[in-house]
């Protein structure tokens, strides 16, 4: 079979995310109108904010915002957790960072699948953080025992999508008929169920050890749990929620709003209490899904992300507690106060190393491309108009608010202590493969960028 004939796992990738985004849609109707309510604040803030508009358009961003959105997922097992990789690198996606999620009470760790290539993002930029639950950390040997066993004779992939994992990496890729039925099969992984495949006794002590491990081991698979939408102004979209029937956690997490947005700010809400029948006659109900928005901001740098990671961590201090309701106003003043520190300007942010850009040429760079010196600088070229920069976009996710997430989501009676380190070797021996350095990527794009300015100037290349 020629290589010409094989669907691109970009395609392939952009297609699946529209198909879970439909199946979504179908399974929790909240979701739908979420979708719609921030399509009409995104379309609002291009039509208010030119500058904003502006630099979408300059990046390209403006044309993947529509398809953008992820989800996230809870794996059992090893085995399952490298079958998953191996389903996801079909779609192109490959696992992106690791997050510890134990400190925070969550005994999973966690990696997020996504394309790493700015062009294969640009075609979808759909990501999912996948979790690991961290059987180990139940300290019930026989609850522990019982949760292995019950995983062990669970299959959470249909034999077919199997046999297509098999063929894309046999054949090095999977033509149009078998990617439609990849597309298919794949999905059915994701779908919720509304059995559970334990008594209702054997829920009921799984859920004491942890909601999260119920939700876990008690289900034939790994239930998409939340598709989330990228919006352009989270405040303006949590601030309308509740007109559409919607009730956001109190908190936003993340960094404060400002005037150039970093890294992620996210917010999320119960969406659904699920029936759920048991074998027998019996049934209770599950909270397994909810909703969730995220606005995204510029990739920081090692420098920025400790410089972030200190702010926030002194306003929580200062806080003394979980940010919640009752302290909401006041841990949002704290933010915006610790946050002075953080420089607001896109040039102050690039000059201080604190974020990742993107260069490209101008028009008066283009007419200047025949008559440039060898000895050209980034700053030189700059500093008269031949290049200009957009922030990178950051792509992933932070361990601090996914456990906001997490805990919010499982209820406040959550929130247990795990005595164990972080663990990434063992994460990756069962992913069967390394997690990807997210800062190795945005450092690569960065420099991608500036080796085209060079290329088109007809420049040697800087840096
Ligand atoms: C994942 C929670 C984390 C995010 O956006 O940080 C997350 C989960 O609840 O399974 O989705
Ligand atoms: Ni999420």
């Given at each position: 079979?020629?290589?010409q004939?094989?669907?691109?796992?970009?395609?392939?990738?952009?297609?699946?995310?529209?198909?879970?985004?439909?199946?979504?849609?179908?399974?929790?109707?909240?979701?739908?109108?979420?979708?719609?309510?921030?399509?009409?604040?995104?379309?609002?803030?291009?039509?208010?904010d030119?500058?904003?508009?502006?630099?979408?358009r300059?990046t390209?961003?403006?044309?993947?915002?529509?398809?953008?959105?992820?989800?996230?997922?809870?794996?059992?097992t090893?085995?399952e957790?490298?079958?998953?990789?191996?389903?996801?690198?079909?779609?192109?996606?490959?696992?992106?960072?690791?997050?510890?999620?134990?400190?925070?009470?969550?005994?999973?760790?966690?990696?997020?699948?996504?394309?790493?290539?700015?062009?294969?993002?640009?075609?979808?930029?759909f990501?999912?953080?996948?979790?690991?639950?961290?059987?180990?950390?139940?300290?019930?040997?026989e609850?522990?025992?019982?949760?292995?066993?019950?995983?062990?004779?669970?299959?959470?992939?249909t034999p077919?999508?199997?046999?297509?994992?098999?063929?894309?990496?046999?054949?090095?890729?999977?033509?149009?008929?078998?990617?439609?039925?990849?597309?298919?099969?794949?999905?059915?992984?994701?779908?919720?169920?509304?059995?559970?495949?334990?008594?209702?006794?054997?829920y009921?002590?799984?859920?004491?050890q942890?909601?999260?491990?119920?939700?876990?081991?008690?289900?034939?698979?790994?239930?998409?749990?939340?598709?989330?939408?990228?919006?352009?102004?989270?405040?303006?979209?949590?601030?309308?929620?509740?007109?559409?029937?919607?009730?956001?956690?109190?908190v936003?997490?993340?960094?404060?709003?400002?005037?150039?947005?970093i890294?992620?700010?996210?917010?999320?809400?119960?969406?659904?209490?699920?029936?759920?029948?048991?074998?027998?006659?019996?049934?209770?109900?599950?909270?397994?899904?909810?909703?969730?928005?995220?606005?995204?901001?510029?990739?920081?740098?090692?420098?920025?992300?400790?410089l972030?990671?200190?702010?926030?961590?002194?306003?929580?201090?200062?806080?003394?507690?979980?940010?919640?309701?009752?302290?909401?106003?006041?841990?949002?003043?704290?933010?915006?106060?610790?946050?002075?520190?953080?420089?607001?300007?896109?040039?102050?942010?690039?000059?201080?190393?604190l974020?990742?850009?993107?260069?490209?040429?101008?028009?008066?760079?283009?007419?200047?491309?025949?008559?440039?010196?060898?000895?050209?600088?980034?700053?030189?070229?700059?500093?008269?108009?031949?290049?200009?920069?957009?922030?990178?976009?950051?792509?992933?996710?932070?361990?601090?608010?996914?456990?906001?997430?997490?805990?919010?989501?499982?209820?406040?009676?959550?929130?247990?202590?795990?005595?164990?380190?972080?663990?990434?070797?063992?994460?990756?021996?069962?992913?069967?493969?390394?997690?990807i350095?997210?800062?190795?990527?945005?450092?690569?794009?960065?420099?991608?960028s500036?080796?085209?300015?060079?290329?088109?100037?007809?420049?040697?290349?800087?840096?």
């Amino acid at each position: 079979m020629s290589i010409q004939s094989f669907v691109s796992p970009d395609l392939i990738r952009q297609r699946f995310s529209r198909a879970m985004s439909d199946m979504y849609r179908e399974e929790v109707p909240l979701y739908g109108a979420l979708m719609e309510l921030v399509a009409q604040t995104n379309a609002q803030v291009l039509r208010d904010d030119s500058r904003v508009a502006q630099q979408l358009r300059n990046t390209g961003e403006v044309q993947r915002l529509d398809l953008e959105r992820h989800g996230a997922i809870r794996i059992g097992t090893a085995e399952e957790l490298a079958t998953i990789s191996r389903l996801f690198a079909v779609m192109g996606m490959q696992p992106v960072g690791y997050y510890d999620l134990t400190p925070a009470g969550v005994p999973v760790h966690s990696t997020a699948f996504r394309a790493v290539h700015e062009a294969a993002l640009q075609v979808s930029p759909f990501r999912v953080f996948t979790s690991l639950l961290r059987l180990e950390l139940i300290e019930n040997p026989e609850l522990r025992e019982f949760a292995q066993s019950v995983l062990a004779r669970r299959s959470i992939f249909t034999p077919a999508a199997l046999a297509l994992i098999d063929k894309a990496e046999n054949q090095g890729g999977l033509d149009e008929q078998d990617a439609k039925a990849f597309i298919e099969q794949a999905l059915e992984t994701f779908r919720w169920h509304h059995s559970a495949t334990v008594t209702a006794e054997q829920y009921r002590q799984l859920s004491a050890q942890h909601r999260l491990v119920a939700d876990v081991v008690a289900f034939k698979g790994p239930h998409i749990n939340h598709l989330t939408p990228r919006t352009l102004d989270i405040d303006r979209v949590q601030a309308q929620m509740p007109e559409h029937g919607i009730t956001p956690k109190a908190v936003i997490e993340g960094p404060p709003r400002r005037e150039c947005p970093i890294l992620l700010r996210q917010t999320s809400f119960k969406a659904l209490e699920e029936p759920i029948a048991f074998p027998g006659q019996s049934s209770a109900s599950h909270s397994a899904r909810f909703g969730e928005i995220e606005q995204r901001g510029a990739a920081l740098t090692p420098v920025g992300r400790a410089l972030y990671d200190r702010l926030l961590n002194a306003a929580r201090d200062e806080l003394k507690d979980f940010p919640n309701e009752e302290n909401a106003q006041r841990y949002n003043a704290l933010l915006q106060a610790h946050f002075v520190e953080f420089p607001d300007s896109w040039a102050g942010m690039r000059e201080q190393g604190l974020a990742y850009f993107r260069y490209f040429v101008t028009e008066q760079g283009l007419a200047a491309s025949g008559d440039l010196s060898v000895s050209e600088t980034l700053e030189g070229l700059l500093s008269r108009n031949y290049i200009r920069f957009e922030p990178l976009v950051y792509e992933d996710f932070l361990p601090v608010s996914a456990a906001g997430i997490f805990q919010s989501n499982l209820g406040d009676d959550a929130q247990s202590h795990y005595a164990s380190q972080s663990n990434q070797q063992e994460f990756e021996k069962a992913l069967g493969r390394s997690t990807i350095n997210e800062l190795a990527l945005y450092a690569e794009t960065q420099r991608r960028s500036i080796l085209e300015c060079c290329a088109t100037l007809d420049l040697p290349p800087l840096a």
